[in-house]
């Protein structure tokens, strides 16, 4: 009877987690932000609680500490063994998952906490939003109702951007994206210089298949720059309707300023926003899930598994 169990035994690369086991490695890991802090950094339609904070977070940001720091001390001794003395390198960190799944605000606690740590105080926070293709080059390709699939980004650029993050170069550009006119915007850059930590967070950035073209296969990939990768999951059904509740709130909101892209749907009911909302998650954002975002999940080093309510259920991390 044992053997016959064992033999239906599935191997898994993940150790998998509960909440409430989860929540027991945080130890004595300090609570740093406030609720004012917090309320800064929580999407639109996310209410993220301190306790949230301290029970997923905390334990994820002091892994993180441990890792940066063995990290570190692994390219000292690779230095000391090369007999010169090298510039730091950052500590990079990729966040994946699908639209509205709440990213956004998964990366922006974890810079607020692990800027906290005394060893690593400077990280930076950059969206691949930015390199995404001019909307006037979507345009030209065709590609312009594409947005935010692979081929939408310009991924040759955000390669060499990482690698010159990676090199330790003193300054590194990267573009801006606005989200209100949907479009980069040239007249605005983010400067990186020699941060302790960078996260890296989008839709596709543990993508492998296909190249910035869509014709050939690449054979450097973004997340080749990883020292570690985060993939936050949930439920289809639930990811689906904080995107529709999202589109509700913008339409009251970020809609109604004459300057956004989106400004059309201002004016739209609440019904009606309902149904377009429906349409462009199911043409669009459900396809790119499905196509290129879901199955890049098992690549991660660690899955933030959510349930209703933004609320991690379970926490997988990759075995080492």
Do not use: C
Request: hydrophobic share 40%.
């Amino acid at each position: 009877m044992r053997q016959a169990s064992m033999e239906k035994r599935t191997f898994s690369p993940y150790i998998k987690f509960s909440r409430d086991e989860w929540r027991n490695l945080r130890e004595a890991t300090p609570l740093t932000l406030t609720e004012a802090e917090l309320a800064t950094l929580h999407g639109l339609n996310e209410q993220v609680s301190l306790a949230e904070v301290e029970e997923i977070y905390l334990p994820l940001t002091r892994l993180l500490n441990l890792y940066v720091g063995a990290t570190q001390n692994l390219y000292q001794a690779s230095h000391r063994f090369l007999g010169y003395a090298g510039e730091k390198v950052p500590y990079i960190i990729g966040i994946a998952g699908s639209v509205a799944v709440g990213k956004s605000t998964t990366a922006r606690i974890i810079q607020a906490l692990l800027s906290r740590w005394p060893n690593h105080p400077k990280v930076d926070l950059v969206t691949t939003d930015g390199f995404l293709f001019p909307n006037r080059e979507l345009e030209r390709r065709g590609i312009m109702h594409r947005k935010g699939f692979p081929e939408s980004y310009d991924t040759r650029k955000l390669i060499h951007f990482l690698a010159d993050v990676k090199s330790g170069k003193p300054e590194v550009i990267a573009p801006v994206y606005s989200h209100l006119t949907y479009d980069i915007v040239p007249s605005e850059q983010i400067v990186v210089r020699r941060p302790d930590i960078v996260i890296l967070e989008g839709v596709n950035v543990l993508q492998t298949s296909r190249s910035a073209s869509g014709n050939r296969p690449m054979n450097v990939f973004v997340s080749d720059f990883f020292d570690f990768s985060i993939y936050v999951d949930a439920q289809e059904s639930f990811i689906r309707g904080w995107y529709v509740e999202r589109f509700q709130k913008l339409r009251e909101t970020a809609f109604r300023d004459a300057k956004s892209y989106f400004h059309r749907y201002a004016s739209l009911t609440e019904d009606e926003a309902n149904e377009t909302a429906l349409r462009i998650w199911e043409e669009i954002n459900a396809k790119n899930l499905k196509e290129n975002i879901l199955p890049t999940k098992q690549r991660a080093d660690l899955i933030l598994q959510k349930g209703d309510h933004h609320m991690v259920e379970r926490v997988h991390l990759r075995k080492i």
